[in-house]
């Protein structure tokens, strides 16, 4: 059982971005070799993890996640715990795609009880639309990736403590072009890398790079693609409501044509 905790305090939401999902990389001779011992059958290496945004430490608050694979893989429930810093994370190999289910366990001052996300494992290239599914075939790897915010809702006053124990205020001027998570020399205080996030903090970064889909950058371009398909979505609906009068008036000519018809 988790310790006493204190009291919640009231009225405050906390919540930490992070990234879920797998990537599956196809063997190959060139670029993928199998490893030895490795069974014929199985076609493709895969990882599956759950980490920080720009890889930035969540251990802070996630102590440790339960990984469960097809029952088939040997030793199918794992449990991963956290290393400072590292993703939580899982290497595999094998041929087919399934279900995983993925336990979080809060550090014990939350006082939260785990929570269960399921994430399907994906090998082959896959797309909400063909333009999508094109760009995959070209990738030497298919990634299923997710971004997730975790929510603490009214946290006990220690883990409070701990989410908010590490980030300097976004008010704070950063002398810029440190590393993320490095410490300035005169405040102590962790400093933001250019465009990047502070270390326990719920920022994400400004701009995408190799590896870092998810940013600020990211964030306008759903943005822009969900305002279009609201214009878009609002013309359908003028056109079908004119479409309706239209149909109404027709029904009530019918109508004066068929009473005078019957007179
Ligand atoms: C399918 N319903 O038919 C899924 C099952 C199972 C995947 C996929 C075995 C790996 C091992 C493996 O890849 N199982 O033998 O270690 O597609």
Redesign the pocket.
Known sequence: MAPPAGKRVKGVQIYRPFVYGTTARPFDEKTNPKPPGI?D??THSWTVFVKGVDDVDITYWLRRVQFKL?E???NHVRMIDGEKGKPFMIH???????EITMKLYYVPESNEKPQTLYHHLRLHPYGRNEEEKEAMKKSPEVKSWVYEEQIFNEPYDAFYDILTSGATAPSLKSSGGQKTGGKSKESGQPQRSEGGVLERSAMIPLHNRPGHPFSRDTEEVEMKKLKEAMVKVEEMKKKMLADIKAKEKRLMDLKADSAKAGS
């Open positions: 069974p059958d199985h097809h088939s893989i040997p595999e190999t094998g041929w087919g795609e399934f």
